[in-house]
Each structure stands twice: as C-alpha cells, then as structure tokens.
C-alpha cells in the first residue's frame, strides 16, 4: 500500500468515527476554479491577493516604483517593489476613512452574493447524508473557516442539512467574543461558554468561522473581519485563550480530533494566528494532515514539528479520490465504531 493509499484509508476511518475537524483556509474557495480565470461577482471568490489588489486600486494604495531588468531581454523596465498586502492595504483602506466603514463597506459587497460551493464544501455538507445512508452512526462534522464567505453555509442548506454557525466578533461591544446562529432563529452572544448548551455535535454539524465573516442579507455593520493589521495585533495580544470563549463541546472537539488542513499554507497570515491562539494553548496529541501544491522545505519542516503530514496534490483531486473512498464504503453495522488513534 503506497503512502496515500495508507493516508486515505486513514482519514477514511476516522471520517466515518467521527474524529476529524477539516480547518479551511483561502485555497478552498479556489478548487475547481480554472487558473486563467478572474474573479468574478457572483461567479468566483477572489483570492487573497486579488481581493488585496482590488482593494488597493478602488483606495490608490500607494506602492514605491522601483527600477527591475527585464529577465529576457535585460531592458530597464519600471515596476512596484511588492504585491498588495491583504493586511496591509486592509489598515491603509481603514486609516485613510478614519475608521472601519469604508473597508467593511467594500468587503461586503463583495463577499455578499451567491457564489457556488465547490466540490470542498459540497462534499462536507453531503457527508453525513452518505454515512448515514450507508448504515454508519451519525457522527456530525466541526468545520472551521478563516474564510469571509458562506459557501459551507450554502453547500449545508443545498444538501437540506441543518448546523449551527459560531461567528466571531472582531470589533465593537462584544470584541473576542462568539455568537451562534442556530438553523432558524437570530444570532445571540454566547455568554457563559462553560455552560451553552444550545450547540451540540450529537443534534448536527457546527460551522466555526474563527475570523469572522458577512453577514448575508444584512447591513455591513453587521459584519467581522479580522483582516487588518491591527485586527491581528488584537487577535495575538487578547489574554482571553480562544478556548474558553467558545462553547465547552466545540473546545472539546478541537482538542481530542484529528485536524486536515485544507487550502492553507505558510504564506497566510491567518494560518499562523490561529497556531498561536488555538494550537499552542491546546496540546494536541492527534496526528494530522495538511493538502498542499508545492510544498517549499520550510513548510514541511513547520508541519513535521506539529506532528502534521503534508501531502502534495491539488485540493479538487484530493477531495475526488476521498470522495470516492467513501462511497466504495461498505455497508456499516450502525454500531459505534472502535476508537483507534494514529
């Protein structure tokens, strides 16, 4: 069996037990898009850089204009020192408005519209139907996201499953703080979370969005981002551990699962944070996995000391032979499964 195989067998298992929490990051809201195609309103997300370019444009970000030689036919040619910095020209679009409106009005018009789920997240939303129909015990999924957007919300209410959604509060009253939206009724503050009893993994799946996001629908000020610079700075320096402002099933839940990285790598700022403010307040004894293109060796070094496997292949190829795993399952007993750690 080759070193895949083994991985898939694996993750497999423990998707079916219930043991597994998939962390999506940027890269998920691209799988299946073509490479040579722009975002679109409606149609495509933008990636991190696009939406930093877009924003830099629409505010006339200022970048330095540096002397380079054209590698082919070594020209003196004009060109910027970087590419737009999420982070940076999200503080630069804040600070030149004074305040946050400016920003949090540009990025809801972005993020709120209809864009379609991708096989990532239709495949999340649909697996405790297949399961369920093959026999196995319902085991419902923790889904965390950095990502703004609803495309897991989406994909849940195509496949008809209910969740409940915990969003973050990156600004105003209740900064640091969770609110849960349950499948029909409004978001509330999460309290007292020791003791919140409206979320649980044994009724259906939790969606964590642990940066905040859009809200559909509504005014902007209704809105979370953590996206700027001072946004993280905040995020790092709250001597509230993350845990404990979240319900105690989900904080159980992270700390005794297997976690699968997908869409992430180094490069993102938001990857690293929640390292610091989950991982190294939690001890996780679990093996777990990370899918990227290309990985460079400081990226395996920064996984292999995490107790993570990388794996590299595409996203949409990955979840296709996962996919395909599971429905090849045989019919299940309807037992609870065995506990096995690896």
Known sequence: MSELDGHYKVITKHLVDGNVVPFLGAGANLCGRPQDTIWRQGQYLPSGRELASYLAETYAYPTREVKLNCPSCHAEVR?????????????????????SG???????????ADYPATSVHQFLATLPAVLANKGYPQRHLLVVTTNYDDLMERAFREAGQPFDTLTYRAQGDYRGRFFHT????????????????????????????????VNRGRDWEQDSYVIREDDYIEYLACTTEINSVLPATVGKKLKLSHLLFLGYSLSDWNLRVILYRIWSKLQFRYKSWAIQVNPQKIDQEFWAKRNVDIHDMGLEEYVKALQARIENLPPGTGEPPLSAEY
């Open 79 to 99: 060109g910027t020192d970087e590419a737009p910095d999420l982070l940076r020209v999200s503080q630069y679009v804040a600070a030149i408005a004074g305040d």
């Open 182 to 213: 349950p499948p029909q009724g409004e978001a509330k503050l999460i309290e007292n979370p020791n003791n919140y009893a409206d979320v649980s993994l044994e009724q259906r799946p939790v969606l964590l969005k642990i940066h905040g996001a």
């Open 102 to 112: 400016d920003l949090y009005r540009e990025l809801h018009q972005v993020f709120d």
